[in-house]
């Protein structure tokens, strides 16, 4: 079966991106026995990481290089905000664990968008934040190999995401 529209694709995969001087980092792996489950056509990845694998079939490989552009775009300073450090209170106190540079909270904008934000600075009033994808900005390169694609599911078609194993369970 080939990597078409609503098919789950299973996937293993290193994934390392580039710095300015055009080194390699490796930065993420998944393998045989955590690997990459989605719904094609319905993932929220980039077109382009889609388009790469379209048509392959279980037991090919695959080597592609997305730019910033064709992945999650270039690094936006204006995702970077401060926000008053009561935001991050729950009953009147903030959890200092919570409040750790580095850390990624789940968080909501105005309107009820779901983010992810990176704690970048802890001031006395404000928490810096950044909104940024974690890969922005990055050139990202992925070797790998597709282990299986199956049709999916009327259920995961009607939830969008792939259900059972490595995929959501409700």
Same mark, same amino acid.
């Given at each position: ?8 694709v /299973?996937? /293993? %995969?290193d994934? $390392? ?5 055009? +080194?390699k980092?490796l930065v993420?792996k998944?393998?045989?026995?955590s690997p990459?489950?989605?719904l094609?056509?319905?993932s929220?990845l980039? +077109? +382009?990481?889609e388009?790469?694998? #379209?048509?392959? *079939?279980? &037991?090919?490989s695959f $080597?592609f290089t997305l $730019?910033?552009? #064709?992945g %999650?775009? =270039? %690094?936006? *300073?204006?995702?970077?905000v401060d926000?008053?450090? #009561? ?7 903030t959890d200092p664990?919570m409040? #750790?540079i580095?850390? %990624?909270l789940p968080m909501s904008?105005?309107?009820?968008n779901?983010? *992810? &934000?990176?704690?970048v600075y802890?001031g ?8 940024n994808?974690p890969?922005?900005g990055?050139t ?7 282990v299986d694609v199956?049709?999916? $599911?009327?259920? =995961?078609l009607?939830h &969008?995401?792939?259900?059972? =194993? &490595?995929?959501?369970h409700?």
């Open positions: 079966m080939q990597i078409a529209d609503h098919k789950v /299973t996937l /293993t %995969y994934l $390392s991106v580039t710095n300015d001087e055009q +080194e980092t993420e998944a393998e045989a026995d990459m489950v989605f094609f056509g319905m929220g980039p +077109e +382009e990481f388009q790469q694998l #379209q048509g392959k *079939q279980p &037991g090919d $080597s $730019s910033p552009e #064709q %999650y775009g =270039e %690094y936006d *300073q204006d995702a970077l926000l008053p450090k #009561q935001v991050f209170e729950v009953d009147g106190q664990e409040l #750790q580095g850390n %990624y904008d105005n309107h009820g779901h983010l *992810q &934000g990176k704690v802890v006395n009033d404000t928490v810096k934040m950044d909104f994808h890969l922005a990055m990202m390169h992925f070797d790998g190999q597709v199956r049709e999916a $599911s009327q259920e =995961e009607d &969008g995401h792939v259900h059972g =194993e &490595g995929g959501h409700h």
